[in-house]
């Protein structure tokens, strides 16, 4: 990480305000989070957020974590083909959250696919990344890691990727719901994950972390 | 002086003062042994500014803010139990509906009406969720969900509903308000848990509920029952309109509901296999951890007042 940012950052007023009037008191009034290990959350980039993913509300969340002054610096890659689909989707997507869209369905090398979240890591950003590439039903299972994240960060093995696990957010509004319910939710954030040229290894020890992280959770999933 | 009345006044100022000297007692601990951690102690003593703030500040806005206050720290408690309980996906629904029913109980308490404020949770919340629940269609673990539901609802929502209850009551001691009242709950209570835990510490050898609870002794429970009583008694006159012979009764109920509720929440986390039921306050836990004593010494406490001072 060598290269300097390469260009002067600019304020998004549209992402600021959508943060600190809406996201950030509907996370605190009408979630309320239990921050576990809040110091290990990565204070500036670059650096890279590995978290599980069950809800639309998963992104705000980690997103609202941050403080306003940082808030522009933090930036979800989320799949092209939902968050673009139409205008209004896509005005949505780029000015309040100014996602990094990544294309799920052609087929590209993955430097082109990529160049995005390159050039961010780049400007010091902070990438927020679901490794799962879709939201799944439940919080406890096997975690079906994708190998996307390996490929993006062994261009730059020495920036932290963080592990996060969230629960609770899949009860406030899981997939193919439309009613939001208040419940408290927790984010339990890990230590960071060692970079491994094996790809399956890597995954591995990640898939472990989540595990080992789940073990600290207050919140209690869904089912009896 | 800003139309508080004076003995409200005087309690408000004595709690800011006993903080001011655990603050100091606090500072002078983390001087004296760098060392040692006291992260905690500094945590707890921290959020304990905030929440007297937060009381007085609402007290001093009156009777409307306080209810607002309580109906807001009732959602806040009951949202931590269902974080915490295991529910089935589809009882989002009917916790949607649990939410709705804080509003309203406390508006009940709110006009003072009495009738609606005691029979809408025990009966209407009672039978309404149940029909709900059929609507939803899902049989698989029908009368857990529906227990746990009502469950909290009377815990969190019912319970606690009467402090908004006991603010906007006109039985009131002239000299110290409205806030009077709630400050002798909100006071002995706490105080109850600090003396029990204190005298604990100094006497404590026999265990109560050594399943439930370890820390529990016999010695810690009839020491602040016996301190937490004799306070009851000299505060009651000052602050309500009970005489210093009803405040013996009323620090006694106090004493035994605090502790009481204090035990039942620990066997629900015990049972979930938690320490603490959120992080919501530092150096405390969640909600449900500071106000557990609270959820049961208050309706004790407001029938018994209702009783004895009802003509």
């Given at each position: 990480m060598n290269d300097k940012p390469q260009k002067k950052p600019r304020i998004k007023w549209i992402k600021l305000l959508f943060f600190a009037l809406i996201v950030k008191p509907l996370v605190l009034i009408g979630l309320g989070l239990n921050i576990i290990n809040r110091p290990k959350l990565p204070k500036e980039g670059a650096a890279v957020i590995v978290a599980n993913h069950t809800s639309h509300l998963d992104t705000l969340v980690l997103m609202s974590l941050y403080p306003l002054s940082v808030i522009n610096n933090i930036r979800p890659v989320a799949a092209a083909d939902y968050f673009m689909k139409n205008r209004y989707m896509r005005w949505f997507s780029t000015r309040c959250i100014d996602i990094i869209p990544i294309d799920r369905q052609v087929m590209k090398a993955p430097d082109q696919l990529f160049a995005e979240c390159h050039q961010a890591l780049n400007n010091q950003e902070i990438l927020i990344i679901f490794p799962e590439g879709t939201r799944s039903i439940t919080e406890e299972r096997d975690f079906k890691l994708k190998r996307g994240i390996h490929i993006l960060i062994s261009k730059y093995p020495d920036i932290p990727v963080?592990?996060?696990?969230?629960?609770?957010?899949?009860?406030?509004?899981?997939?193919?719901?439309?009613?939001?319910?208040?419940?408290?939710?927790?984010?339990?954030?890990?230590?960071?994950l060692a970079y491994d040229e094996n790809a399956k290894t890597y995954l591995q020890t990640l898939e472990n972390q989540y595990h080992q992280l789940l073990t600290q959770a207050l919140t209690h999933p869904n089912e009896f | 002086m800003f139309n508080i009345p004076s003995h409200a006044f005087t309690m408000g100022l004595s709690l800011m003062i006993l903080l001011i000297i655990a603050s100091i007692i606090v500072f002078l601990?983390?001087?004296?042994?760098?060392?040692?951690?006291?992260?905690?102690?500094?945590?707890?003593?921290?959020s304990w500014w905030w929440m007297i703030a937060i009381i007085l500040g609402a007290l001093f806005l009156g009777a409307k803010a306080t209810t607002i206050l309580f109906a807001f720290i009732s959602f806040l408690a009951l949202k931590e139990f269902y974080s915490i309980t295991p529910l089935r996906t589809v009882d989002r629904r009917l916790v949607f509906w649990a939410y709705l029913a804080i509003p309203i109980q406390f508006y009940f308490a709110y006009i003072q009406w009495f009738g609606m404020f005691i029979i809408f949770i025990p009966v209407y919340m009672f039978l309404f969720l149940p029909f709900r629940s059929v609507m939803i269609g899902e049989t698989k673990g029908f009368i857990r969900a529906n227990a746990v539901i009502q469950w909290s609802l009377m815990l969190c929502v019912f319970g606690f509903s009467h402090i908004a209850y006991l603010a906007n009551i006109d039985r009131i001691n002239i000299n110290a308000g409205f806030s009077g009242l709630i400050l002798y709950l909100l006071f002995m209570t706490q105080f109850n848990d600090v003396s029990q835990y204190v005298s604990g510490k100094c006497f404590g050898k026999r265990k109560i509920i050594p399943k439930v609870s370890p820390n529990k002794?016999?010695?810690?429970?009839?020491?602040?029952?016996?301190?937490?009583?004799?306070?009851?008694?000299f505060l009651a006159p000052y602050l309500t309109i009970l005489t210093m012979e009803q405040g013996i009764i009323a620090g006694m109920l106090i004493a035994v509901s605090g502790f009481v509720g204090d035990v039942v929440l620990s066997s629900v986390k015990r049972d979930l296999q938690i320490k603490d039921s959120g992080t919501l306050i530092p150096g405390h836990g969640g909600i449900l951890d500071r106000v557990d004593s609270l959820m049961y010494s208050t309706p004790i406490f407001f029938h018994y007042f209702y009783y004895i001072t009802g003509a």
């Open positions: 963080i592990p996060v696990i969230l629960r609770g957010l899949g009860k406030a509004l899981p997939k193919g719901e439309a009613l939001f319910v208040p419940f408290n939710s927790d984010v339990i954030i890990g230590d960071p | 601990k983390v001087k004296q042994n760098p060392k040692k951690d006291y992260q905690e102690l500094v945590l707890r003593t921290r002794t016999w010695g810690g429970f009839l020491g602040g029952f016996i301190v937490t009583t004799i306070l009851s008694a």
